[in-house]
């Protein structure tokens, strides 16, 4: 078995100016900036038959590059307890056209529909102690460079192994995106 998932990888630049928000609450279990990505779809955990499958049928997607964008930061978690800090990513045609793409190429491959509305993000870290209080003081005390993003040409599938010092993602396939100037004519 191998666990999955479909993102677009972030570029150095912009995981550089990511990392330097990565300080400052204590509990906070930073993301590696070599794991930095922005989750298509999570796949979980597979046969070797099915990887090979969606591997397979990913390579078929056929879709424009597109800008990424981030947007503000924030937190996911439930009302009571904040459970990791992102940053937001904004939606575009270009994103949700490729988001759709690979949900209806998984589906293909007899997994599941994702049930969960697609909320585009970069997780930055990962909390299990702070407060509601910690997470919104470190979202209000932070600021992301105005139009901070970068160009997705490429989309990536990753194995996902948890090791007893975290998490190590790699890539185990990656699909190109049609240059912009290519989606600009269509
Ligand atoms: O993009 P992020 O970092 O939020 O949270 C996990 C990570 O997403 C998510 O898949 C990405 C790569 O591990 N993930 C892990 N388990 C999951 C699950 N059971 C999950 N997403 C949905 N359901």
Redesign the pocket.
């Known amino acids: 078995m191998i666990r999955l998932?479909v993102?677009l990888p972030v570029p150095a630049d912009v995981r550089h100016v990511l990392t330097g928000l990565q300080n400052g609450l204590p509990g906070a279990r930073w993301t590696d900036p070599e794991n930095f990505?922005l989750?298509l779809r999570?796949i979980?955990e597979v046969d070797f038959g099915m990887a090979e499958d969606l591997a397979h049928t990913l390579m078929r997607i056929d879709a424009p590059g597109f800008d990424v964008t981030l947007d503000g930061l924030g937190w996911f978690g439930n009302k009571r307890k904040p459970s990791?800090l992102i940053a937001n990513i904004r939606k575009n045609d270009g994103l949700l056209h490729l988001q759709r793409k690979v949900e209806s190429a998984a589906v293909r491959c007899g997994l599941r529909p994702e049930s969960r509305k697609f909320h585009p993000?970069i997780?930055l870290g990962r909390l299990k102690t702070t407060s509601i209080e910690g997470a919104e003081r470190f979202v209000a005390e932070r600021r992301l460079p105005r139009d901070l993003g970068f160009d997705a040409d490429r989309f990536v599938l990753y194995s996902?192994f948890l090791s007893h010092c975290g998490?190590i993602y790699t890539e185990e396939a990656d699909y190109a995106l049609r240059f912009a100037a290519y989606a600009a004519a269509e």
Do not use: I, K, L, R
């Open positions: 998932f993102a990505h989750t999570f979980g990791a993000h997780t996902s998490s």
